[in-house]
């Protein structure tokens, strides 16, 4: 059954139950045979279409049956009511950009703890990404949808899960086989050189795929916008290339970057709200670098829900060293942050559209925990909490295989949402509230995330 035909059959229903034929008729028709479910009494806090008073979102399946502008309608009896008076609900989280099959075996399951719903995966080898979404899809394992771009495109083999692409014609053959796999977008990175770059982009457009990743170094920031790059990630990627080519040193560099804001970033702003080129800033993944002595010195308490192994990995590989130390750089660092805050805010006044992504792989990023960091950082930047919200809510867009509904708590849309004790309109530390998880229809209350976070737990740090 269609999405449209369930709701008139749902209203029949409802309808039936206020008073006409007998409920237990129309029981069979209103809504298919699949459970259904109903959080009511719950005020909808929608980024993008605004906040309505208590109502009730019906949920069948996978997805979103109907939203109800009252507290307690008459429902048919099989419906699982839950009752969401005095709590906010608001769709579910992404995080723009991960590599999961390289994160902590918990990474999966954590996010979920922490509302996010939806990952868009930048860069894995194809088995082990698609291996980790089956499982998931299989109720083998906790986890968010997946998008993923399998390989990450680039010029030189710089990784493990790099494909290289270095003529037009091999650029031209990886979109072809990619395609091919099903992947729901493209990832290209630094070494791109220009000629590749330029054919990726065209054999994408013509199969319908967007590219997303770094800006290619020898490529202007402005040039991959208007040439059509979907989405461009990291603050420093504006930086490494074209930028720092202009410079003596990476110091000078540094430090003409409040320079940059005036001089070169209004074009890259307007061409990016000319073309809607999504910015995915990773900004936490920059605050934890300057951070690194610091965190390393005192290790946040919930590196206990990831594994053993993955902490003492970190311990050994992220022991800080003297640089790391130093009050210049660990300022200049932080001000690679700040003219990222800086960039966001006149993105989001020009109208340009801005995602929140961890680049959570096996690093030092606490999945979850990290990409409600990265919210709270776009709300440092200036942009109010519905603003910060739409930007952590909006998915990949359906360009990069996302749900045009993604985003938004209306009838057809994807049955992920989070509920909160607290109104994160008001305040974005709201999302430390959370009160029940909706994932893909299945709905998580407070003491079944409490429940896998005990499991996941161990005595580390
Ligand atoms: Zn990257
Ligand atoms: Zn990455």
């Known amino acids: 059954m269609d999405g449209s035909a369930a709701r008139a059959l749902l209203a029949a229903a409802l309808l039936a139950a206020c008073g006409g034929p007998s409920a237990d008729d129309t029981l069979a028709t209103a809504l298919d045979e699949s459970a259904a479910l109903a959080l009511a009494g719950v005020t909808i806090l929608d980024p993008v279409n605004g906040a309505s008073g208590p109502s009730t979102v019906v949920i069948q399946g996978d997805r979103i049956l109907e939203v109800l502008a009252e507290a307690s309608p008459a429902l048919p009896e099989r419906v699982r009511r839950i009752d969401g008076s005095g709590r906010f609900l608001i769709p579910g989280l992404w995080d723009l950009h991960t590599h999961l099959a390289d994160a902590d075996a918990a990474a999966p399951a954590l996010l979920v703890t922490q509302g996010v719903t939806g990952v868009r995966d930048l860069g894995a080898k194809l088995d082990q990404i698609e291996a980790l979404r089956d499982r998931i899809a299989a109720g083998e394992l906790l986890g968010p949808r997946i998008v993923r771009t399998g390989p990450t495109l680039n010029g030189a083999q710089n990784g493990p899960h790099h494909r290289v692409i270095d003529s037009a014609e091999s ?21 791109t050189g220009g000629e590749a770059y330029f054919a990726l982009l065209e054999a994408a457009r013509e199969a319908d795929l967007a590219v997303v990743g ?26 490494e290339g074209t930028y720092l080519s202009r410079f003596e040193s990476e110091l000078e560099a540094f430090q003409s970057m409040p320079a940059w804001l005036e001089s070169d970033a209004p074009a890259l702003v307007a061409c990016f709200a000319e073309h809607q080129t999504l910015f995915v800033p990773t900004l936490r993944a920059y605050e934890l670098r300057a951070e690194r002595a610091a965190v390393w010195d005192q290790p946040d308490p919930r590196w206990r829900y990831l594994s053993a192994d ?80 739409r ?40 999302l430390e509230t959370i009160e029940g998880v909706v994932l893909r229809g299945e709905h998580l209350d407070r003491g079944a995330l409490d429940r896998v976070l005990a499991e996941l737990e161990g005595p580390h740090p």
């Open 171 to 191: 650029a031209r053959q990886a979109v072809v086989e990619l395609l091919a796999a099903g992947v729901d977008l493209l990832k290209t990175h630094n070494a």
């Open 214 to 239: 770094h800006v290619p170094t020898t490529i202007e920031p402005t040039e991959a916008c208007a040439a059509g790059q979907a989405s461009i990630e990291h603050i420093a990627t504006l930086f």
């Open 310 to 389: 993955s902490y003492r990995q970190w311990r050994e590989s992220a022991e800080p060293h003297e640089i790391d130390r130093r009050p210049d750089v660990i300022r200049l660092r932080h001000s690679l942050v700040g003219i990222g805050l800086d960039l966001v805010r006149m993105l989001h006044q020009a109208g340009a559209p801005i995602g929140t992504g961890t680049d959570l792989s096996s690093g030092g990023l606490l999945p979850g925990f990290d990409l409600h960091a990265e919210v709270r950082l776009l709300g440092r930047a200036g942009l109010p909490p519905r603003a910060a919200l």
């Open 391 to 430: 930007a952590a809510t909006r998915g990949p867009g359906v360009a990069s295989g996302g749900d045009p509904l993604d985003g938004q708590i209306v009838g057809g849309a994807p049955a992920d949402l989070v509920m909160l004790r607290a109104d994160p309109f008001a305040d974005l530390a709201a």
